[in-house]
């Protein structure tokens, strides 16, 4: 009996160590399950700001979109107003050429009819001068 004492002893000796040793694995995978936990804390945390950040940031982005959008569109509207302005002033500019061509048309027809009537004169004079 002594015999069998001693085994039922000894496996409970080698149950209890191997019991320690579950406990002792036991206790190593719970303490990486609690710093796992811990650090999805920390990341959904962190998650978190980085939605919240996002969510300034397109606030922020819808904003400056916007405000391009009034841009372009003053832009737009100063650029036609622009290109109207322009035309006008060619116009006016063409209008001025014309006018400005036709008196100095004008000026050469006098120039040139001057011209005649005093060469007409010089020679009524040259005619009167030998007449004399």
Known sequence: ???????????????AERQNEM???????????????????????????????ISTNEVALRAVVQRIDESNQRFDVLRQEAIADRQESDQRLEAMRQKSNQRFEAMQENIQRLFLELHGTNRRVDTLEQAS
């Open 1 to 15: 009996m002594n015999e069998r004492l001693e085994r039922i002893e000894a496996l409970l000796l080698a149950t």
């Open 23 to 53: 406990n002792a694995s036991l206790q190593h995978t719970q303490a990486i399950l609690d710093r796992t936990a811990e650090q999805q804390a920390t990341n959904t945390r962190e998650i978190d700001i980085l939605l919240g950040a």
